[in-house]
């Protein structure tokens, strides 16, 4: 969502030599990352779904009693996922955006649901979710309103936090509009962190903090990892490839400063999977599904499960593509390099297997070959000396056995992507 005032505005090497550099990359690899949030949940990054691209803020149940935000919303997505297999692959949380809330707190200072949209209430929602092996996310903001203009959390960060936590909530996406200054930002995330902390219940702490301290400073994300356990880094993401595309161009452009920084209880998070819509291709959605994996991203879906593709629902629960994002290791991937258009993305994962995803940028013409030698993936030690290669997307294929000195040769479709994954055989 994007409004903004300051108010904040939103919206190759011999054998020898690589022997040696894979004993090094184990090494470094067993370095504890940057002391994160101490709660013990985002392990690994969250699951789930989250209403805000697809549904926004429609709150006009009469004209569009299906689509508007509304208990009887969540409570059908909350039901499909967990009938249609969504649990069983990992989407755990039904998350709530902005404009749930009455348009004022009651007389007690505590936030209200709108009384029409939900008239059971909170609480009531959570439990039903709660009934269905699920948990439940929620929204608010650290400044004086939401970005849709409800009531914000500034100067009640305590009695927020206890309530959600009386509610049973397990998430709080946590917004950063209309807050005067960057220190009122970074000093409110850091209060509702406290005091989620201080309720003893478990609730995942999804913050938009360096989103809107980048047009002021560098954010240090050092810090802003002690507090949250996942950041949004760049604008909402739309229905569109173009805003795709956006996102990973930042983030490659700004690996150096956020990949080192993610890992186990803490995330980067490029926002929203928007495959089952309507603005991307095939194509398109299989790189994102592939390059959000690479990422270790949260894989927080926002599309409307009632009415999915059969397509896209087996795309978007590939226990391959999701393992992948949810490898233990916790290690971000990266930007490996490009060159006519093509790029090469990596991540390594356990057991000494990586992850690789050639993405074709090129949007004109057809498929286009790619060759790439073997020994430059994977910091060089992905396939010292060979390695099984398996394409997972976008159909799964064994590809066979590599040495590290050979070549694989591949096609790339037109803003598509080719996933691998590299099992290391070292003897």
Known sequence: MITVTMRLARRVQPLG????????VLVLWDVPAAWALDNGLATTPTMGWLHWERFMCNTDCEEEPDSCISEKLFMQMADLMDSEGWKEVGYEYLCIDDCWMAPQRDSKGRLQADPTRFPSGIHYLANYVH????????????????????????????????????????????????CDSVEQLANGYKHMSLALNKTGRSIVYSCEWPLYMWPFRKPNYTEIRQYCNHWRNTGDVYDSWQSVKSILNWVSFNQKTIVTVAGPGGWNDPDMLVIGNFGLSWDQQITQMALWAIMAAPLL??????????????LLQNKDVIAINQDPLGKQGYLLRKEDNIEVWERPLSNL??????????????PRSFTINIASLGQGVACNPACHITELLPVKTKLGFYEWTSCLKTRINPSGTVLLRLESQTT
């Open 353 to 366: 297997a990586w992850a690789v995803a050639m993405v074709n940028m090129q949007e004109i013409g057809g």
């Open 17 to 24: 030599c690589v022997l040696a550099l894979r004993f090094l």
């Open 131 to 178: 009934s269905k092996g699920l948990k439940l996310g929620i929204y608010a903001d650290v400044g004086k309103k939401t970005c849709a203009g409800y009531p914000g959390s500034f100067g009640y960060y305590d009695i927020d936090a206890k309530l959600f936590a009386d509610w049973g909530v397990d998430l709080l996406k946590f917004d950063g509009c209309y």
């Open 301 to 314: 879906m926002s599309n409307d499960l009632r009415h999915i593709s059969t397509q896209a629902k087996a």
